[in-house]
């Protein structure tokens, strides 16, 4: 299924008729899906009918690391209230992108994510770049990897790329531990100052998306959320694209 990050509507949802706009558009480009990140000016009740008016799902949600370290019963139940059973941490505090902050952070993460199965839900771990910084030969995703056993992961395409890690081996090397994945390009701008790297819609630059696509078909992966942080054209016109890139993608990929 492909679903939309809603950070990538930000601007357009800090009152509730935009939140209501912003959905409705979201349904009439084809998404059926969203990604929370965070419930803007509504609260969780007031946002589910609204979502059940436009006939959306939440398939996730970006949590704070502080909310599910501090207040994780009140999250379980926002989410419960909105449908929503699986939740990413989406970043971690500076002062813990170190090698024993990472592993610190493992068994933090890894406490919770046990917790939460208990009740239904799944934890996952969204990467940035920071995560491909090394230290004594290991990258801070390999150390959560290998010492947060109960915790999931969402690759970040853009930021796997960014970090200079490939996504199609990292996809293989989390099989089993992946049930979504963001979806944004990467193209290279010359500048006046020297080679820019910018976020942008799918197929408006350099990543191979037929084989990220089949490689994540494979590892079973069930969600296809498209994440734009920056866009030099409307959110609304550059999440259309992306949507239609990968629509015809599918249709010409086979099943393995």
């Known amino acids: ?11 357009y949802m800090r ?3 935009g939140l209501e706009h912003t959905l409705k558009r979201i349904a009439e480009i084809g998404y059926s899906n969203v990604e929370l990140a965070g419930f803007g000016p509504v609260n969780p009740e007031e946002f589910s009918q609204i979502l059940s008016r436009f006939e959306l799902s939440v398939c996730s949600s970006h949590v704070p690391f502080d909310m599910l370290y501090e207040a994780l019963e009140d999250v379980l139940e926002m989410h419960e209230t909105v449908g929503c059973r699986n939740l990413v941490c989406p970043s971690i505090p500076r002062s813990y992108v170190n090698e024993e902050g990472f592993k ?10 046990g ?13 940035h770049a920071d995560e491909f910084t090394k230290w004594n030969g290991k ?17 970040d395409t853009y930021w796997v790329q960014y970090g200079g890690a490939s996504t199609i081996e990292w996809i293989n090397r989390l099989q089993g531990r992946m049930i979504s994945i963001h979806l944004k390009d990467m193209k ?5 100052k020297g080679i820019l790297h910018v976020n942008t819609y799918v197929g408006d630059g350099n990543l191979n998306w037929v084989n990220i696509l089949q490689s994540s078909i494979e590892s079973g992966i069930r969600y296809l959320i498209v994440e734009q942080e920056f866009y030099e054209i ?15 993608i599918l249709s010409e990929l086979s099943p393995s």
Do not use: C, W
Not at 104 to 113: F, M, N, Q
Not at 115 to 127: A, C, D, K, M, P
Not at 234 to 248: A, G, M, Q
């Open 139 to 155: 990258t801070g995703l390999e150390i959560l990897s290998e010492y947060a056993p109960k915790l999931l992961f969402q690759l």
């Open 115 to 127: 917790v939460i199965n208990r009740e239904g839900f799944t934890l996952s771990y969204h990467n």
């Open 234 to 248: 409307s959110p609304f016109e550059s999440t259309k694209r992306s949507l239609n890139h990968l629509k015809k």
């Open 1 to 11: 299924m492909i679903g939309v990050q809603l950070y990538t509507f930000r601007d």
């Open 15 to 17: 009152t509730k008729r």
């Open 104 to 113: 610190e952070v493992a068994g933090i993460l890894s406490d919770i994510a």
């Open 188 to 192: 290279v701008s010359l500048t006046s």
